[in-house]
């Protein structure tokens, strides 16, 4: 991997995470002056499919979309839909920051649907970073304390596990499909059932509230794409750690726009969480290598 490359991965990932981190903040913003989640979901897709069909259209061209795996891409929709709903329904539930920290547990249910699905070979440490990691959430979340609703929690925690089942599809997706072409299908398919609901959701808002729903699809469109990009330009283990920096622009915009800045417990979970992430993405680097330098000596 060249050094520009790296560059250039580190980059794009940095930009994706502060642009999805925007992007919450507005989804919240717009929620507060009268966005129904229907209408939040709809706005995301139809804006992200509105961008990636224009950047097709004038670079590779639509014959680029073909696909031998149109059933992937339908399973890939439904899932990564119902993530969706669920970290949306999610950030209107929690502060910015809570609702951040617990979409870093994604790893953690990454791991353990790794070994059960994948047959992945899981040793004791990364057993233990897992374990470590849902001490973290329990920490942050305090079940029983109150001060976070168990259905944030639940919601949360269910948008985690649903991006964790996302990241094993898309292990498989990506080894025949490129980047834009998986998010031309997810963005577009799930306009079909999204225009259902907000057909029944619509209604009439002043302009500000426009402007701000066409931003949440523009913002996650572009976060997407430079997301994905990421990964084809850096390994996983060299652009995962940067999400991190997530919880940075969530307490950032959490103070600034809504004046809530995270309780104690969370400054004292989210390290552990993030801790256990990092730890986890090393550990799947070294296997990695380890596979590669195994594979290399057979030859």
């Not at 800045?261 to 993405?281: C, R």
């Amino acid at each position: 991997m060249g050094q520009d490359n790296v560059v250039r991965a580190i980059g794009l990932r940095l930009t994706s995470v502060a642009l999805f981190a925007t992007m919450n903040a507005v989804i919240k913003v717009a929620e507060a002056e009268g966005a129904g989640l229907g209408e939040i979901l709809f706005w995301r897709q139809f804006g992200a499919a509105l961008l990636v069909v224009s950047i097709v259209g004038t670079g590779p061209g639509f014959a680029s979309l073909k696909t031998q795996r149109f059933g992937a891409h339908v399973l890939r929709c439904v899932i990564g839909l119902t993530a969706m709903t669920l970290t949306f329904w999610t950030l209107l539930l929690l502060p910015l920051a809570e609702a951040t920290t617990l979409g870093f547990s994604m790893p953690i249910f990454a791991t353990v649907l790794g070994a059960l699905l994948l047959h992945e070979a899981t040793g004791w440490r990364r057993w233990a970073a897992v374990l470590a990691g849902f001490v973290g959430v329990l920490i942050v979340t305090q079940p029983g304390d109150g001060h976070i609703p168990p259905l944030g929690i639940a919601t949360g925690l269910g948008a985690a596990f649903g991006t964790a089942c996302i990241s094993i599809l898309l292990r498989t997706l990506g080894k025949s499909e490129a980047g834009l072409t998986t998010v031309f299908w997810f963005s577009t398919l799930s306009l079909v059932p999204l225009s259902v609901v907000y057909a029944v959701s619509v209604k009439a808002h002043p302009p500000l509230v426009w402007v701000l729903l066409l931003a949440i699809g523009l913002l996650g469109g572009v976060a997407q794409i430079a997301m994905t990009r990421s990964l084809q330009l850096g390994d996983v283990s060299l652009v995962v750690p940067m999400d991190y920096t997530a919880l940075l622009w969530a307490t950032l915009f959490g103070w600034l726009v809504f004046g809530m800045l995270p309780v104690p417990s969370t400054w004292l979970g989210a390290p552990i969480i993030i801790a256990s992430g990092l730890y986890i993405v090393w550990r799947e680097h070294v296997r990695r290598q380890k596979e590669t330098k195994g594979a290399i000596s057979m030859e």
